[in-house]
Nanobody, 121 residues
Framework: QVQLVESGGGLAQPGDSLRLSCAAT????????MGWFRQVPGKEREFVAV????????YYADSVIGRFTISSDNAKNTVYLQMNSLKFEDTAVYYC??????????????WGQGTQVTVSS
């Protein structure tokens, strides 16, 4: 059974940085991947970034390219989302997700509980 536990959300000002963490248990196959989605009230959950477990292959939503970086620490079974140059529109609940790397956005098997990120002046 895979469990995902997130941390690191909070309040930030435009231009600030935040780092989200997601600790995973039970996820060891390189066929798997971990990533982040985000959701605001009234909108669908949207893909943010994904990284293949145990590797460096990563993909990002266009809206965060150049500002967000996803990385993983295999020894700690943890994936991170470094968010720089935050904008008002980055405000959302961020969810950690895990599933097969192939067709990741449509094959999510596990979700974290979500962590709120609020960008406000």
């Amino acid at each position: 059974q895979v469990q995902l536990v997130e941390s690191g959300g909070g309040l930030a000002q435009p231009g600030d940085s935040l780092r989200l963490s997601c600790a995973a248990t039970g996820l060891t196959s390189s066929r798997n991947a971990m990533g982040w989605f985000r959701q605001v009230p009234g909108k669908e959950r949207e893909f943010v970034a994904v990284i293949r477990w145990g590797g460096v292959t990563a993909y990002y939503a266009d809206s965060v390219i150049g500002r967000f970086t996803i990385s993983s620490d295999n020894a700690k079974n943890t994936v991170y989302l470094q968010m720089n140059s935050l904008k008002f529109e980055d405000t959302a609940v961020y969810y950690c997700a895990a599933g097969p790397f192939v067709d990741f956005t449509r094959q999510i098997k596990y979700w974290g509980q979500g962590t709120q990120v609020t960008v406000s002046s």
